[in-house]
Nanobody, 115 residues
Framework: QVQLEESGGGVVEPGGSLRLSCIAS????????MSWYRQRPGKEREFIAQ????????KYRDSVKGRFTISRDNAKNTVYLQMNSLRPEDTAVYYC????????WGQGTQVTVSS
């Protein structure tokens, strides 16, 4: 069964950090562009970050540059999103997305930034 499973979400205070993980099963991540998206309450899903199959090229949404870092471990079939200096406006459901000739979405993990 092909699946992307996110984990690592939770509740954190402003200025705090979280590390999201996305593990693939049923297929190998190594040939996929991997991205993180988020959907904030009442908003459309938006792009956050992308990493190429080799891990050498990354792209970020302007509002998270310098705070978020995307990385991957192809040996573990896993992609990560390290989120630092979190803000209340980062509160959202975060989704993992795999893109090659086929595409896959994860189910999402909730991140809440609140004091």
């Amino acid at each position: 069964q092909v699946q992307l499973e996110e984990s690592g979400g939770g509740v954190v205070e402003p200025g705090g950090s979280l590390r999201l993980s996305c593990i693939a099963s049923g297929f190998t991540l190594s040939s996929y562009y991997m991205s993180w998206y988020r959907q904030r309450p009442g908003k459309e899903r938006e792009f956050i970050a992308q990493i190429d199959p080799t891990g050498s090229i990354t792209k970020y949404r302007d509002s998270v540059k310098g705070r978020f870092t995307i990385s991957r471990d192809n040996a573990k079939n896993t992609v990560y999103l390290q989120m630092n200096s979190l803000r209340p406006e980062d509160t959202a459901v975060y989704y993992c997305f795999a893109q090659s000739l086929t595409t896959y979405w994860g189910q999402g993990t909730q991140v809440t930034v609140s004091s």
